[in-house]
Structures are given as C-alpha cells and as structure tokens.
Nanobody
Framework: QVQLVESGGGLVQAGGSLRLSCAAS????????MAWYRQAPGRQREWVAT???????MYAGSVKGRFTISRDNAKNTVYLQMNSLKPEDTAAYYC???????????????WGQGTQVTVSS
C-alpha cells in the first residue's frame, strides 16, 4: 500500500506565492519520476512539471519561469514552488509518482488526492 498526501494549497492574490508538498508513504522500495498536474473546473487534467530521478526537470510552457519542482528523496517528497501566480493558475493540483514497492518490482504510477489552489485577481 502506498499513499500520497498533498498539502500547501489555499487562496492567494495574483502575484503571490504558494508551495505545495506531496509526501509518499507505505511499502516503498524506490521512487522514480515525480510530477505535478492540475485540473481546472470544466477542463481536462494537464501536466505542469516533471522531475526525473536523473536528468533535467521539465515544465509546461504556461508555468516555466514561475514554478519550480524539487524533490527530497530522503523524505519521499516532491515540492512545487509557485511564484507570480495568476488567476489562470487556479486549479486542483495533483502529484504523481512512479513507485516500486517492496512487493512489486515494476514501478506503478500513484496519484495524490489533490489540493486546491485559488488565485484571486
């Protein structure tokens, strides 16, 4: 069993900042790629940023230069620092991790429950 728990969402004015966290727990053997997605009301879930185990981080064009993804492998946690927030960033934010467990060698994608970010104009 693996659980991802997110925190850090909230209401912020345009131009403000928020830092999201997503911590994984359970029978974890290894965590590979970590990523963030978001879903605004009435829209499909969209990719925001990815941080692989090795290699370059990647960002959606709409957030590049404003958002920063980072990870703490010792804490099984991924972060999303969001600066210069805009009303169009309003969405539920979800973390996703590719995790191999102690009982399943192959990595499987796990999702967090989502945390709401609302940016007022």
């Amino acid at each position: 069993q693996v659980q991802l728990v997110e925190s850090g969402g909230g209401l912020v004015q345009a131009g403000g900042s928020l830092r999201l966290s997503c911590a994984a727990s359970g029978s974890i053997s290894k965590i590979y790629t970590m990523a963030w997605y978001r879903q605004a009301p009435g829209r499909q879930r969209e990719w925001v940023a990815t941080m692989p185990t090795i290699g370059m981080t990647m960002y959606a064009g709409s957030v590049k230069g404003r958002f920063t993804i980072s990870r703490d492998n010792a804490k099984n946690t991924v972060y999303l620092q969001m600066n210069s927030l805009k009303p169009e960033d309003t969405a539920a934010y979800y973390c996703k991790m590719a995790i191999a467990t102690t009982t399943l060698y192959d990595a499987v994608d796990y999702w967090g429950q989502g945390t709401q970010v609302t940016v007022s104009s």
